[in-house]
T-cell receptor
Framework: NAGVTQTPKFRILKIGQSMTLQCTQDMNHNYMYWYRQDPGMGLKLIYYSVGAGITDKGEVPNGYNVSRSTTEDFPLRLELAAPSQTSVYFC????????FGQGTRLTVV | DQQVKQNSPSLSVQEGRISILNCDYT??????FLWYKKYPAEGPTFLIS?????DKNEDGRFTVFLNKSAKHLSLHIVPSQPGDSAVYFC??????????????FGKGTHLIIQP
């Protein structure tokens, strides 16, 4: 099993550009999450989904959008990148404990 | 207003000794607590969890203790090994979302195991 797979691993964006962070899991988990981790901080929840077609905002949703058309995929969209979105992004799926992807390191310049 | 607090940014322990990592929480609605281990450039890895109906859970070298009245939990690692050097995150779930709405994390404690 691959677990939770995130792409890309690294990306540099210019201010105002848009991009989609991809996340897919092969464990058939209903619950999926996007977190961001800023330097020296814990992970903060951006969006979550409890199943295909159902998404909801977490603690820091501004500037992001998500969709969940299948159980496996949970992409995160940045429409107008800002320097404040420079962070490491983690996707996770959950049964009991959460299983995390390896992260996407995003820099907005 | 941090709901999950790890007040020690770092901890240094000698190999073979016990490592004790502490975590405090403020939200009395939390009913499930987890510890994650994170190496640089990797995602967090689930280590051990505990439900609020228990006060102790053990898995090999790792034991988590929960003191609900003090809103405090701790992770004990015995004996500490060099591979345990990592950042450890305490996390909690529950509250109004029933846990489906994700985890609330502390800022982490960097554990350094010295030879």
């Amino acid at each position: 099993n691959a677990g939770v797979t995130q792409t890309p691993k690294f990306r540099i964006l210019k201010i105002g550009q848009s991009m989609t962070l991809q996340c897919t899991q092969d464990m058939n988990h209903n619950y999926m999450y996007w977190y961001r981790q800023d330097p020296g901080m814990g992970l903060k929840l951006i969006y979550y989904s409890v199943g295909a077609g159902i998404t909801d905002k977490g603690e820091v949703p501004n500037g992001y959008n998500v969709s969940r058309s299948t159980t496996e995929d949970f992409p995160l969209r940045l429409e107008l990148a800002a320097p404040s979105q420079t962070s490491v992004y983690f996707c996770a799926s959950r049964r009991q404990g959460s299983f995390f992807g390896q992260g996407t390191r995003l820099t907005v310049v | 207003d941090q709901q999950v607090k790890q007040n020690s940014p770092s901890l240094s322990v000698q190999e073979g000794r016990i490592s004790i990592l502490n975590c405090d929480y403020t939200n009395s609605m939390f009913d499930y607590f987890l510890w994650y281990k994170k190496y640089p450039a990797e995602g967090p890895t689930f280590l051990i969890s505990i439900s609020s109906i228990k006060d102790k859970n053990e898995d090999g070298r790792f034991t988590v203790f929960l003191n609900k009245s003090a809103k405090h939990l701790s992770l004990h690692i015995v004996p500490s090994q060099p591979g345990d050097s990592a950042v450890y995150f305490c996390a909690a779930s529950g509250g109004s979302g029933g846990g489906a709405d994700g985890l609330t994390f502390g800022k982490g404690t960097h554990l350094i195991i010295q030879p």
